[in-house]
């Protein structure tokens, strides 16, 4: 072996460092060759992390398995020892609109913890992530940001919607309208993988891509392919390329692939969530991420990405198209190119030869689906810190600006009740509190809300404000993310039903038809809404998390 292949292991060669002149070597050895290992591999072979996010309960990583066993012929072939453990990986969609639903961003904490701890604890001298859903893929990011050892992330990619094999299909929004919800093939999956719209789900996996954290692709090819085997594959080859040269997150992420992330982010009309988690990510890189950067790029930055839940169609389709270096290429203009990738090249050199297969999926920056980009902040009397809304998604446009008495609700439940009993009233602003990150506690998502509201055609003027937040497939005029939250005592926890609310998205302000002195007053006789918790974990995470402007982080 020679002196470059030895650095290879210069951590999990600190497993014995401290006790190879001691019998306990033996013993110690001894451990670690009972998973099936020689002893001339353990002291000569690199030892790869492969993290797991697979389980049973989640249909966007039920193929992780595959995934896995492709990433560890990878390395294998390569010289590597594969490593496989495995961390929670929540579903959404199984929690929407119940208790679970206050469980799940909290898993984001602790799948990267998991991680960290891990691989500290296993001295392991690099790592292959395997991740699909909502909290999981920033998770990952900011694990990786941590430990800062070579990594390389393999995104599940998107599943295939049964309406795609239906004869008359035309794309998934307008399927998915012409007979929403009356079909179960509307808005079934076919297959495993991520909801096929541009969710929370793919737009991390996207933006896992944009960072450069992926090999080119990886984010869109769909979940149950050969070429999503393929690419998992050679994911486990290149990581030890990665661990021969040295090239770790930190020489891949910085504030250069954090800006291309945000560009990217709001030219494809990404998730809302995107809001919560890019601060978290920018934290591990220890930058403060101002939320006023969506304003600043979205100005510039037009959403170009046909995809529902703001255009037409789905992420099969994005990919068909020319994926993510397809957008990339449309955005070079804007886009730091030097950036370094896993694949050890620039995207200059990744996006050079890149041709869009289809112009309406991909469009060009002269004819986009909305001038500006898709995420933006509010701010005003009624959100002092920020607000969040995908201002792509608002379909009719005369809802840009909108005004109406409001509504009040202390519980997405109570929300929920008033509308099936019909006392939600047509030109009015909803407003649903205390489900923010410490008031729920969990910072559910409304999708629950959102999608019945959907349904209701005598329901066409009303918007929504929530210090909550919402599915990466909500649309319409829906504020999420206020902060501060109800339950610190932010403006929204005095609303009163009646209340005249200004949503104007073109001036980019949310704001409550009261005076400041009115504001103070109110707060003065103010008092927090306490549900009854008992559970010990989401106690923990009332205790610690930060605000959603913050991006939702733990502060000890």
Known sequence: MNHNENNLKKR???????????????????????????????????????????????????????????????????????????????????????????????????????????????????????????????????????????????????????????????????????????????????TYGACEIMGTANTMQCLMEAFGMTLPNAATIPAVTRMKYIIAKNSGKQIISLLKHDIRPSKIMNEQSLENAIIVDLALGGSTNSALHLPAIAKEMGIDFDLELFNKYSEKIPTIANISPSGDYGIVDLYKAGGIPGVMSRLKEFLNLECLTVSEQPIKKQIRRIKILNEDVIRPLNNPIYPEGGIIILKGNLSPKGAVIKQSAVRDKKMLEFRGPAQCFNSEKDALNALSAHKISNNSV????????????????????????????????????????????????????VCPEAYVGGPIAIVEDGDMININITQKSLNIELSQEEIQQRLDKWKPVERKITSKALLKYRKLVSSASEGAIFKF
């Open 12 to 190: 999990s060669n600190t497993i014995f460092e401290n006790i190879k002149s001691t019998p306990f070597y033996y013993v110690n050895l001894g451990i670690i060759e009972s998973v099936g290992l020689e002893e001339k591999d353990i002291k000569n072979k690199p030892f790869i992390g492969v993290v797991n996010t697979w389980n049973e309960l989640n249909p966007g990583h039920k193929h992780f398995k595959t995934l896995a066993e492709a990433v560890k012929y990878g390395i294998a072939e390569t010289g590597g020892i594969p490593l496989e453990f495995c961390t929670v990986g929540p579903c959404d969609g199984w929690a929407n609109g119940n208790e679970g639903m206050r469980y799940i961003l909290p898993q984001r904490e602790v799948i990267a913890d998991s991680i960290e701890l891990m691989v500290e604890a296993h001295r392991l001298d690099a790592m292959v992530t395997i991740s699909g859903c909502d909290k999981i893929n920033p998770a990952v990011l900011m694990a990786a940001l941590r430990l800062d050892i070579p990594t390389i992330c393999v995104p599940g990619g998107p599943n295939l919607y049964e309406i795609r094999f239906k004869p008359d299909y035309k794309g998934i929004e307008q399927s998915i309208y012409d007979d929403f919800f009356q079909k179960v093939n509307c808005i079934s999956g076919a």
């Open 430 to 481: 909803i407003i649903i509190r205390y489900e923010g990150p410490k008031g729920a506690p969990g910072m559910p998502e409304l999708l629950a809300f959102t999608a019945t509201l959907m349904l209701r055609k005598d329901l066409d003027k009303v918007a929504l404000i929530t210090d909550g937040r919402f599915s990466g497939g909500t649309s319409g005029p829906c504020v999420g993310h």
